[in-house]
C-alpha cells in the first residue's frame, strides 16, 4: 500500500516563529488532507489539498502531486497551534481505496509562549 | 461538511467484556469508516462499513474482534469484543463530504470514543 512519511516528527517552536512540516508520498494520490488533532483527541480539517496551494489565515498548504509531498506552512505561531498535524492520503488505486485514508507518524508541535 | 457524534465520549472497561460504539451522521451517506488510534500513535483503519452489505476489513483487523452494524445510511456501531488492555485506544469514525465536483472528497472524522481497558 501507499506509504506517508512525514517530518519532522517533533517540533519545538516559541511564539511567532514560522514553520514548515513536510509530507511525502510514495504513490499518486486522489485526496490529501492535512488535521490538527487538539489535545482532547478531536481531529480538526486544516486543508482538503490533492494539488495546488491554498490559504486560511496564518495556515496556508501546498501539494505537487507530480513530486508525491505537500507541505504545511504555519506563520505567526500561538500556543493554541500545539498539537499533533496529521497528514493522510487516498491512495491513487481507484476501487480498492476508494475513501480509505492512509495517515503519516504526525507531527508534535509545541509552541512556548 | 459532515456533522459527526459519537457515544460515548469515553468509557473504562474490565477487560473480558464488550463495549458498543455509535457513530450518527447529520446526512445520508455511502459509506462509514472506523479507524483506531493507539496511544502515542497514528490512525489505523479498521473496515469501511457499507449500508446492506458487510463491512469490509483491513489486514489484521476481523470481524470477531470488530463486529460492525450499518443499519442505515447515517448510522453505524463498532463492538470492541473481548476486550484486553492493548484495546485502550481513541476509536474514530469517519464519512466523505458530499457535494464536492470530484468523486473524492473530503473527508471528516467525528470527536473519538476514548476507551481504557482494565
Known amino acids: 500500500g501507499i506509504q506517508v512519511e512525514q517530518s519532522p516528527p517533533d517540533l519545538i517552536l516559541q511564539e511567532g516563529a514560522n514553520s514548515t512540516l513536510r509530507c511525502n508520498f510514495s504513490?499518486?494520490?486522489?485526496?490529501l488532507q492535512w488535521f490538527h488533532q487538539n489535545p482532547w483527541g478531536q481531529l480538526i480539517n486544516l486543508f482538503y489539498i490533492p494539488s495546488g496551494t491554498k490559504q486560511n489565515g496564518r495556515l496556508s498548504a501546498t501539494t505537487v502531486a507530480t513530486e508525491r509531498y505537500s507541505l504545511l506552512y504555519i506563520s505567526s505561531s500561538q500556543t493554541t497551534d500545539s498539537g499533533v498535524y496529521f497528514c493522510a492520503v487516498e491512495g491513487g488505486a481507484g476501487g480498492t481505496s476508494y475513501g480509505k485514508l492512509t495517515f503519516g507518524q504526525g507531527t508534535i508541535l509545541t509552541v512556548h509562549p | 461538511s459532515a456533522v459527526i457524534s459519537q457515544k460515548p465520549s469515553r468509557d473504562i472497561c474490565q477487560r473480558g467484556t464488550s463495549l458498543t460504539i455509535q457513530c450518527q451522521v447529520d446526512s445520508q451517506v455511502t459509506m462509514m469508516f472506523w479507524y483506531r488510534q493507539q496511544p502515542g500513535q497514528s490512525l489505523t483503519l479498521i473496515a469501511t462499513?457499507?449500508?446492506?452489505?458487510?463491512?469490509?476489513?483491513e489486514s489484521g483487523f476481523v470481524i470477531d474482534k470488530f463486529p460492525i452494524s450499518r443499519p442505515n445510511l447515517t448510522f453505524s456501531t463498532l463492538t470492541v469484543s473481548n476486550m484486553s488492555p492493548e484495546d485502550s485506544s481513541i476509536y474514530l469514525c469517519?464519512?466523505?463530504?458530499?457535494?464536492?465536483?470530484?468523486?473524492?472528497?473530503?473527508?471528516?472524522f467525528g470527536p473519538g470514543t476514548r476507551l481504557t481497558v482494565l
Open positions: 504513490d499518486s494520490v486522489n485526496n
Open positions: 462499513a457499507n449500508q446492506g452489505s458487510e463491512a469490509t476489513y
Open positions: 469517519s464519512v466523505e463530504g458530499t457535494g464536492g465536483p470530484s468523486s473524492y472528497n473530503e473527508q471528516f
